[in-house]
């Protein structure tokens, strides 16, 4: 939605069980849950900033870098890295709005990076000529801060004032401060908010809507607003007045405004759980009037005086049924719906963008990409779809929301991204800019295959590799996966992976199992909370089916996946060992007896499931990673990664499950950024160490043990 920082939750299925049981079960877990707190020798390591902890994490460091960065390999790998996220070759793809085009850059010379802008007509005929509004290594310097650029929030139509979002080293909370971009200086005594986890949403030059940390109940147990105010310009955030407010439960309460044609709209949408929301309209009164959407639905914009809303479930709404994954559209005085798209079985929209007149929707078909145009005419919505190249990955880069043409990316794993822009009144898309080749890729080539789970589900999946090493396998072999909160993981275009792995004989492969967004809604509802093994089945399947086509075999295979993707991986390791010989395990959860209580992780209940119900408990406890490591299990060495300043999800999960393998006897390495966020990185460098490390473990893993 514009203008906004809203989490649009979207669907999930609750558990559902009688009152009086339900309560009864509930305290019985939670009993359990403060028993396994007891028992957990290594709690003291969740102290971000121990001493103790960090002590343990410095050794650690010390450790495993001494043989990571002690390879002759790495130096020659962080340089490959580095040259190309600093390549003056990039695209410099921008954001447009109104009458500009606005682009963020870092290179060698701007390692936190420029903001800077030129008008939208020059950058569309190819200038690169750039006007910096604000250089954020010399603003880190002047007020000696470690920021890293988070964003911006801008007023429309003219986005000439500015909130700018600055985190201190990567993390989710940051500081919020007004900008003025004709004067290129933060406005004194503008709108400024404190670290938080905050959201801020314009309404005029002088009101905002905001979420904010302000104390003793003012944030849910996830971490975020529980309350959204109306904040007056001059006025303390604490003195404005509250106009929703939320539970503690909740995920968060958060504000969101659309500037449509010539009004205003604003409103609240409150994120029950991370699928289920409630959504708000402000009247012209000041009244919040919620809107009569099924709670897993998603609202994304305003056009054409019409609410755009995405559904993650099926939807019987005046006497007529809107399945899951539709595009509806809703006139928000009389509720009226009118279908924009439903999808087949293997389609899915992955993206959505509404500007002024006009809907754009990245299509999935059988994970094949198009740009879908939708437009209000006289007898209904109008369907076209933009003329782009077949068989590869697009995404809208950018929709310039008042007059309706868009930037959209193309790329395949072999073809390297190409920018065009495609203008409000055209289905053509014009070439802007094509990235260099920044690999090899003579004698590569992308095949789609399937494996089947154990439910006879067909689970797609991608192998890039020069044709040679798939005839010759089997061959060291990286498998990526992520499976969870309809996140789809699409074959893309990535320099760094094709020159440090490709280029060295190695196989990427990408598996589509479920719990991503790749088929849509039921894709990712498949694997929820108790059902949620599937989707480790579906992973192994994909390995297992590699080492059928001779692809590769368990010496030469290894998986990697960061965050919920560590999850994965870190299952992978604990209930299927004799699959791999490396775990590449980033930013993770792993001990899910106790995500809930560490930072962001109440969030996801909707998700894994709660560990205080006892319905819901004893699966947690079954692929819970950090509980069911064994002692006499033989496991590849693993390499845990993560990062101090992760305030997403907590660096103790990873902590603790190395600390735990090294009480076991068990090797691993393990690396831990004092900085970086959940990217584990806060800049090109740091990024460029974390690739190197990365695949210098699978090359002496995966190669050096042929």
Excluded at 669 to 676: A, M, P, S, W
Aim: a negative charge; hydrophobic letters at 40%.
């Amino acid at each position: 939605m514009k203008n906004s920082q809203v989490l649009l939750a979207s669907a999930a299925v609750l558990f559902a069980a009688t009152i009086t049981p339900g309560l009864l079960s509930s305290a019985s877990a939670q009993e359990e849950s403060e028993t396994a707190m007891s028992d957990d020798p290594y709690l003291w390591l969740e102290e971000i900033e121990g001493e103790k902890a960090l002590d343990w994490v410095e050794a650690q460091n010390a450790r495993s870098l001494a043989i990571l960065e002690g390879d002759e390999r790495f130096e020659p790998m962080k340089a490959e890295a580095l040259a190309i996220l600093n390549s003056d070759e990039r695209i410099q793809t921008a954001a447009l709005r109104g009458d500009h085009a606005y682009n963020f850059w870092q290179d060698d010379a701007n390692k936190r990076g420029l903001w800077r802008r030129m008008p939208a007509a020059d950058y569309l005929a190819g200038s690169r000529d750039w006007d910096v509004i604000l250089d954020i290594d010399a603003l880190a310097e002047e007020e000696g801060e470690n920021w890293v650029y988070s964003g911006t929030d801008c007023l429309a139509p003219d986005y000439e004032r500015c909130i700018i979002t600055l985190s201190r080293g990567g993390s989710d909370a940051a500081v919020r401060r007004e900008f003025d971009i004709a004067a290129k200086s933060f406005v004194e005594d503008g709108f400024m908010l404190e670290e938080a986890k905050a959201s801020t949403a314009w309404i005029d030059r002088d009101t905002m809507l905001s979420g904010m940390d302000l104390g003793e109940g003012t944030m849910t147990e996830s971490g975020y607003a529980r309350t959204v105010r109306l904040w007056k310009r001059g006025e303390a955030i604490a003195d404005a007045p509250v106009i929703f407010e939320g539970e503690t439960s909740d995920v968060g309460v958060f504000p969101w405004t659309d500037h449509a044609g010539d009004k205003i709209w604003a409103g609240i949408v409150r994120a029950v759980t991370f699928y289920e929301s409630e959504y708000y309209l402000m009247d012209d009164d000041g009244a919040l009037v919620q809107l009569p959407l099924p709670p897993k639905a998603s609202m994304v914009g305003v056009t054409g005086g019409q609410f755009i809303i995405s559904l993650k479930q099926d939807w019987d709404h005046q006497g007529a049924t809107y399945p899951t994954g539709a595009l509806v559209a809703m006139d928000p005085e009389t509720y009226e719906v009118t279908s924009l798209f439903e999808p087949t079985e293997r389609q899915a929209l992955d993206g959505i963008s509404a500007a002024d007149g006009v809907v754009y929707a990245e299509l999935l078909d059988n994970i094949k990409g198009k740009v879908l145009k939708f437009t209000p005419g006289t007898d209904g919505w109008v369907q076209e779809t933009i003329a782009l190249p077949q068989t590869g990955v697009v995404s809208v880069a950018s929709v310039n929301e008042s007059k309706g043409d868009l930037l959209v990316y193309f790329e395949s794993p072999l073809t390297p991204e190409t920018l065009y822009h495609v203008a409000a009144d055209s289905l053509d898309p014009e070439t802007l800019a094509s990235s260099p080749a920044f690999f090899n890729a003579e004698g590569m080539v992308t095949r789609q295959y399937e494996a089947t789970s154990t439910d006879g589900a067909k689970i797609p999946y991608f192998v890039t590799a020069k044709e040679s090493v798939l005839e010759n396998g089997p061959a060291p072999t990286v498998q990526y996966g992520y499976g969870g909160f309809q996140v789809s993981i699409l074959p893309t275009y990535s320099g760094v992976t094709g020159k440090l792995w490709l280029e060295r004989d190695g196989v990427y492969v990408i598996a589509n199992i479920r719990g991503g967004g790749e088929f849509g809604p039921k894709w990712h509802q498949a694997g929820l909370k108790g059902n949620r093994q599937i989707i480790y089945d579906d992973f192994f399947a994909v390995s297992e089916d590699l080492a059928a086509r001779g692809i590769s075999a368990p010496d030469h295979l290894g998986i990697l996946g960061g965050s919920n993707g560590g999850l994965l991986t870190g299952v992978s390791m604990v209930q299927r060992p004799d699959l791999y010989n490396a775990i590449g395990i980033g930013v993770p959860l792993l001990d899910m007896l106790r995500y809930d209580k560490l930072l962001a992780g109440a969030s996801w209940v909707g998700e894994y499931g709660d560990p205080d119900i006892a319905e819901e408990r004893p699966f947690l406890e079954q692929i819970s990673p950090y509980q069911n490591l064994a002692t006499d299990a033989d496991y590849p060495v693993p390499f845990i990664f993560t990062s101090t300043k992760d305030d997403r999800v907590h660096p103790g999960h990873a902590r603790k499950f190395g600390a735990r393998l090294e009480e076991y006897g068990h090797p691993f390495l393990y690396f831990e950024n004092t900085e970086g966020g959940h990217s584990a990185s806060a800049n090109r460098e740091q990024s460029a160490r974390r690739y190197a490390l990365q695949y210098v473990y699978f090359l002496r893993q995966l190669k050096d043990a042929e």
